[in-house]
C-alpha cells in the first residue's frame, strides 16, 4: 500500500497537516477541487506554515480531484457539507482497502461520506488545534491543541499512525472517538452559535453566562438520551473554561458569516436538533437557539441549512 498522504482540502488544518507531514519527509500531495485552483497553487508553488513569526515554506505536489493515480490514504479536511459531495468524485480513485481520516466539524457528514465509498476504512477525528489562513497557500499556527482519532467499526489502530508523532501532530488513537466528537459538538453548539448573534468574540459570552448555562443543561440532557454519559460530564464548566481560554479568538462559524461564506449549522446545532427530535426530546432552549441563527442567516443572505 502506497506511504503517501493525499490530502483533501488547502483550508486551515488541511495545510497545518500537510506542512508538518512533508517538514517530517512524509510524502504529501495535495488535491484541489479544479483546475484554476491548482493552476493558483502551481504559481506559488507550495505552501507556507507560519510559526511565532517564522515562515517556513513546502513545496508540496498538488493535483486535481479528476487525476487517475489511486488514492491509498486520505485525509479529509474539507468542510462537513463539502466532504460527501467531494467524496463521490474521488470514489473511483479510491484503492481496495483504502483509508479516510475525517476531520469535520460535528457529525453527520461522517456517516454521509462513509455511504459514498463503503469499500474504505473511514477514521473519525477530533482536533483542538488552531490555525488560520492569512492569506492564500499560508497556514498560521495559532494554538496548540490535541486531536483524537479512532474507528467505530474497528478498535485497531492504523498502520501508519506513528507517522503523526513523528511529524509532531499530537495524536491518540481512542476507542471511543463518538464520545469525543459528541462533546465537542456539544461544545461548539453552545458557544458557535451565541458569537453570531451577539457579534462578539468568544469572551464576550462571559457576558450571557445564563444563556450559556442554559444551553449546556439541554446538551447535557440530550447527550444522556444519546447514550454519550461521558460526553455530558462537567459540560458547563468546560464550556466556560473554553470561553475564557479563547477569549481573543472568534468561533469558527463567526469567521464564515463575517466571510460571507456557508456555515456548518446542519451538522452542528441541526445535527443536534435533529436528534432531540429522533429521541422525543424536547428542548426549548436549543430549538430556538437554532431559529434565531436561522432567522440571522437569512437576513445576511447566506444559506441557513
Request: proline share 5%.
Amino acid at each position: 500500500m502506497s506511504s503517501t498522504w493525499h490530502i483533501l482540502g488547502a483550508g486551515s488544518l488541511g495545510s497545518l497537516w500537510a506542512c508538518r507531514l512533508a517538514r517530517a519527509g512524509k510524502a504529501v500531495r495535495l488535491i484541489l477541487r479544479d483546475p484554476q485552483r491548482l493552476a493558483a497553487y502551481q504559481a506559488v508553488g507550495g505552501l507556507s506554515l507560519i510559526e511565532q513569526a517564522h515562515s517556513s515554506f513546502f513545496a508540496i505536489p498538488a493535483e486535481a480531484d479528476e487525476a487517475h493515480a489511486p488514492i491509498h490514504r486520505l485525509l479529509v479536511a474539507c468542510k462537513a457539507y463539502d466532504a460527501a459531495p467531494a467524496l463521490a468524485r474521488l470514489a473511483p480513485r479510491l484503492a481496495a482497502g483504502a483509508e479516510l481520516i475525517l476531520l469535520q466539524n460535528g457529525l453527520g457528514s461522517q456517516d454521509e461520506v462513509a455511504d459514498q465509498v463503503p469499500h474504505a476504512r473511514c477514521i473519525f477525528a477530533s482536533s483542538t488545534e488552531g490555525a488560520f489562513r492569512p492569506a492564500d497557500w499560508q497556514v498560521q499556527f495559532a494554538g496548540h491543541g490535541f486531536n483524537w482519532l479512532g474507528d467505530p467499526l474497528n478498535p485497531a489502530p492504523a498502520e501508519w499512525f506513528s507517522d503523526l508523532e513523528e511529524a509532531g501532530i499530537p495524536a491518540q488513537w481512542t476507542v471511543d472517538i463518538l464520545s469525543r466528537l459528541w462533546r465537542k459538538l456539544a461544545l461548539n453548539c453552545a458557544i458557535n452559535p451565541l458569537t453570531v448573534l451577539h457579534d462578539c468574540q468568544n469572551g464576550g459570552l462571559l457576558e450571557h453566562l445564563s444563556e450559556v448555562d442554559a444551553l449546556c443543561a439541554e446538551l447535557a440532557q440530550l447527550l444522556h438520551c444519546c447514550g454519550q454519559p461521558q460526553a455530558a460530564e462537567g459540560l458547563n464548566e468546560e464550556v466556560q473554561r473554553v470561553i475564557l481560554a479563547t477569549a481573543a479568538n472568534y468561533s469558527s462559524m463567526y469567521q464564515d458569516v463575517r466571510h460571507g461564506r456557508r456555515t456548518e449549522l446542519h451538522y452542528l446545532l441541526g445535527y443536534a436538533c435533529r436528534a432531540a427530535h429522533r429521541h422525543g426530546l424536547a428542548l426549548v432552549e436549543l430549538e430556538h437557539l437554532r431559529q434565531r441563527l436561522v432567522d440571522n442567516l437569512q437576513a445576511r443572505g447566506l444559506p441557513s441549512d
